[in-house]
């Protein structure tokens, strides 16, 4: 369908959950089912939490995030952020505004390497650069592009930004 068509419909248990052009439900998803329903290598799904000091932590780091676009007021209690593969940046070296995590697989493929990380008990899969030299429980270090992250209810599973 993201191939094929202008615009697609995406259905779930016979109720229309996303109508519009491949691209816009591939990076603006109305729900977390759309996200995960589109994208291979699918699409990073973290739970969120907000901080002592009022900052969104995800994978147990703060977010700086741009309150002018996403408000504290404005976010439901219970928040997920989801983020595409392409859109989280490996390093085999520690840096700042780098997290952490413990490679369980890299998958070289030619022409880039799908690496899959634990952190803080979750997976992050990324795709990152042909060669990628992570080994197998070795540490990698990774950031997220803070513009490309989406924001879902963690009750309903609706996006908002």
């Not at 030299?133 to 996006?159: I, W």
Request: proline share 9%.
């Amino acid at each position: 369908a993201m191939t094929l068509g202008d615009r697609i419909a995406l259905l779930r248990d016979g109720s229309i959950e996303q109508v519009g052009p491949p691209l816009d439900l591939y990076r603006r998803p109305a729900s977390r089912f759309v996200a995960t329903f589109l994208g291979s290598p699918p699409i990073n799904i973290w739970p969120a939490g907000f901080g002592p000091e009022g900052t969104l932590r995800v994978l147990g780091v703060a977010q700086d995030l741009d309150r002018s676009r996403r408000g504290a007021s404005a976010m439901p209690p219970k928040v997920e952020v989801g983020v595409r593969p392409e859109d989280v940046t490996v390093s085999e070296h520690p840096g700042p505004g780098l997290t952490e995590g413990r490679v369980l697989l890299a998958e070289p493929l030619g022409n880039e390497t799908i690496v899959t990380l634990l952190s803080e008990g979750h997976r992050v899969v990324a795709r990152a650069p042909a060669g990628f030299g992570a080994r197998s429980e070795g540490p990698v270090f990774f950031s997220v592009s803070a513009e490309r992250v989406l924001f879902f209810d963690g009750e309903t599973g609706r996006r908002f930004d």
